[in-house]
C-alpha cells in the first residue's frame, strides 16, 4: 500500500525552530515529488511548495518562499518541512502528499496524502 | 487571494444534482489539466477528479468533472449526505511556476 506517514503534532514558541517529516512506503520514493500544503484553522488548502527527491530540486509557492525549507532524504524515504524562526501565524494544518505524474503524461495531481501534521505556536 | 475563484458554498437535497464551477486563467487552467479534491470534515483531503474529467479508481460515477477554456466544473450528480464536503479545484500555474487551489466550496445536503 503506498501511503505517506507523517510526524506527529508538535507545540513551538515564537522563533523556536522546527522541522516535521514525511515518510513514504509502498512506492519507489524518488520517482514522485512531494509536495507540502498548509491549512489554516477553518481555512482552505494552500500550496507551499515541492521537491523532487531524486534530486532535491525544490520549487516554493511566492507566498513560502523564504519562510520555510523543503527538503528530503531518499536514503529513508522521507521529507522535510523546516522553519528557522516559528511565529504564532505558522500555527495550521500540514499536509504532505505525492505529486504523482502518470508514465507519459503530461500532467501531475495529487493522489496520496498524509494524516497531516498539527503545528502549534504560542507563546 | 486565490488564482482559481470557486464559489464559496453549494447545497441541494439528496438526489439532487449540484454543480461547482472553477474558473482560472490562461496561465493555470488555460494550459494544464485541473484536479478536484474533496475533504470531509476532520479528514485529509482526497483526490476525486485528475486530468480535467477522470477519477480515480473507487471514486464513484456520481461524480464528474469537465473544462472549457479557463474554467472547469464538477457535478455531483444523485447527491448523497455523505458528500457533504469541502471541494477544491487546483491547477499548475505557469506564470507563478507552482500548483494553485481554489478556495473551496463548501457543499451542504439539505
Known amino acids: 500500500e503506498v501511503q505517506l506517514v507523517q510526524s506527529g503534532a508538535e507545540v513551538k514558541k515564537p522563533g523556536e525552530s522546527l522541522r516535521i517529516s514525511c515518510k513514504g512506503s509502498?512506492?519507489?520514493?524518488?520517482?514522485?515529488?512531494i509536495s507540502w500544503v498548509r491549512q489554516m484553522p477553518g481555512k482552505g488548502l494552500e500550496w507551499m511548495g515541492r521537491?523532487?527527491?531524486?534530486?532535491?530540486?525544490?520549487n516554493y509557492s511566492p507566498s513560502f518562499q523564504g519562510h520555510v525549507t523543503i527538503s528530503a532524504d531518499k536514503s529513508i524515504s522521507t521529507a522535510y518541512l523546516q522553519w528557522n524562526s516559528l511565529k504564532a501565524s505558522d500555527t495550521a494544518l500540514y499536509y504532505c502528499a505525492r505529486h504523482f505524474q502518470p508514465l507519459g503524461a503530461s500532467y501531475y495531481y495529487m493522489d496520496v496524502w498524509g494524516k497531516g501534521t498539527t503545528v502549534t505556536v504560542s507563546s | 487571494q486565490s488564482v482559481l475563484t470557486q464559489p464559496p458554498s453549494a447545497s441541494g437535497t439528496p438526489g439532487q444534482r449540484v454543480t461547482i464551477s472553477c474558473s482560472g486563467s490562461s496561465s493555470n487552467i488555460g494550459v494544464n489539466t485541473v484536479n478536484w479534491y474533496q475533504q470531509l470534515p476532520g479528514t485529509a483531503p482526497k483526490l476525486l477528479i485528475y486530468s480535467d474529467n477522470q477519477r480515480p479508481s473507487g471514486v464513484p460515477d456520481r461524480f464528474s468533472g469537465s473544462k472549457s477554456g479557463t474554467s472547469a466544473s464538477l457535478a455531483i450528480s444523485g447527491l448523497q449526505s455523505e458528500d457533504e464536503a469541502d471541494y477544491y479545484c487546483a491547477a499548475w500555474d505557469d506564470s507563478l511556476n507552482g500548483y494553485v487551489f481554489g478556495p473551496g466550496t463548501k457543499v451542504t445536503v439539505l
Open positions: 509502498g512506492y519507489r520514493f524518488t520517482t514522485d515529488w
Open positions: 521537491i523532487d527527491p531524486s534530486d532535491s530540486y525544490t
